[in-house]
């Protein structure tokens, strides 16, 4: 079991990514941290990992509870030096530069097990092909693999849809919600969310209030959007009820101000004003009440950023854009596609799919 208690991070440049955050995470938790781009969702789960990688850059108060669990953590992307590296040597190694071992050779009967669990042919371990020429998916399930022979009890994948095809997607969210482990994840793909997770954490940063806020919720992902969207519009109901009904009661006292103090300018007789100076007094009182009457504050979200293109900023629809004509599309001696015939003609939307490793990216 994973426990959090008052966690705060903070950049060394004074911008708060989470404030106070108070988590337990159980077996069978599958956790999905969500929020807009930059809220620092990958510098949280860094910190679960291994939070002297994170004070690099970034202040760190509260505890992080892992009581020794073994914790395996897939980044967003992999280092490229693995690259050039040879399949096998991926499983051999810790790091890149490294030499390989002897001794460690008889790990990969262990990988053959787990990359046969995932859906990859165990002899690709024989191949000559390098870590430079598998597809998206197909480097998201050798990372998986390889955590998976440490034997972890607790899963930690930032963005890991990114890259992949709709077969690894389906791949992804079947082995989340059949995994034996707690899983946390970060991730923006809706479905995988709607599929998978059963407690969410939203991390946002909201610009007015110069602070950083987050929501947890035990539940899944559509029953936590409907929700906020309630809770966003009830907010801003009462928040404009109290307004109009703060404006009125305003209104009316500043009205009644005047006319005492008219009273006070025009009326001589001391026992009569003793009276208005009293109710002055009054008056002036309920304006300083008034000042912090409402009870409903309105509720500051993060709004994500869109971008559009103007509509007269079009292609004529006979213009050709691309004219691709190839014989053989291939990496080194591995021949991909052959006959590669397209022409895109004005505002054409063209989707290349394809199972991973077939050469889309290429």
Same mark, same amino acid.
């Given at each position: ?47 679960i ?10 202040y760190?108060?509260?505890?992080i ?8 953590y ?10 050039d ?77 990114? $890259?992949?095809?709709? +077969?690894?997607? /389906?791949? @992804? %969210?079947?082995?989340?919600?059949? *995994?034996?482990?707690?899983? #946390? ?37 559509q ?14 109901? $009462?928040?404009?009820? +109290?307004?109009? /009904?703060? @404006? %009125?009661?305003?209104?009316?006292? *500043?009205?009644?101000?005047? #006319? ?8 001589k ?53 691309? %004219?691709?004509d ?37």
């Open positions: 079991m994973l426990e959090i208690k008052d966690l705060t991070i903070e950049t060394t440049n004074g911008k708060s990514l989470i404030s106070d955050l108070d988590l337990v995470v159980n077996n069978e938790d599958r956790m999905a941290i969500i929020g807009e781009e930059g809220n620092g969702k990958s510098t949280l789960l860094k910190a990992y291994n939070s002297k990688e994170v004070e690099k850059y970034c760190i108060s509260g505890e509870s892992k009581n020794n669990l073994i914790i395996g897939l980044e967003q992307s992999l280092n490229p030096n693995w690259n590296k040879y399949i096998y040597e991926y499983f051999l190694k810790d790091f890149p530069e490294e030499e390989v071992e002897y001794e460690r050779y008889e790990r990969l009967n262990d990988v053959a097990k787990q990359l046969s669990k995932l859906g990859v042919a165990p002899e690709i371990l024989e191949t000559e092909r390098t870590i430079g020429t598998l597809s998206g998916g197909e480097k998201v399930k050798i990372q998986i693999a390889k955590l998976l022979t440490h034997n972890p009890d607790i899963l930690l994948l930032d963005e890991p849809t990114n $890259d992949l095809d709709i +077969e690894t997607l /389906e791949w @992804l %969210e079947d082995f989340i919600v059949n *995994s034996n482990i707690p899983i #946390i994840f970060v991730s923006h793909d809706e479905t995988l969310l709607e599929g998978t997770a059963n407690l969410i954490l939203h991390m946002e940063y909201v610009k007015t209030q110069k602070k950083a806020r987050h929501t947890v919720q035990r539940g899944d992902y029953t936590y959007v409907q929700n906020r969207a309630r809770e966003i519009e009830k907010r801003e109901q $009462d928040y404009g009820r +109290e307004k109009r /009904e703060y @404006l %009125e009661a305003k209104h009316k006292l *500043s009205h009644r101000k005047s #006319i005492v103090r008219s009273a006070q300018i025009r009326i007789d001391s026992a009569v004003r003793r009276r208005l100076n009293k109710e002055m007094h009054v008056i002036k009182a309920r304006e300083k009440m008034m000042e912090g009457w409402r009870q409903t504050e309105k509720l500051e979200t993060e709004d994500p950023i869109y971008f559009s293109f103007d509509k007269e900023s079009s292609i004529p629809n006979g213009k050709k854009i691309i %004219e691709l190839l014989d053989e599309l291939k990496i080194g001696d591995r021949v991909l596609a052959k006959n590669v015939e397209l022409d895109v003609y004005g505002p054409s939307k063209v989707g290349i799919i394809g199972t991973n490793g077939v050469g889309k990216t290429t």
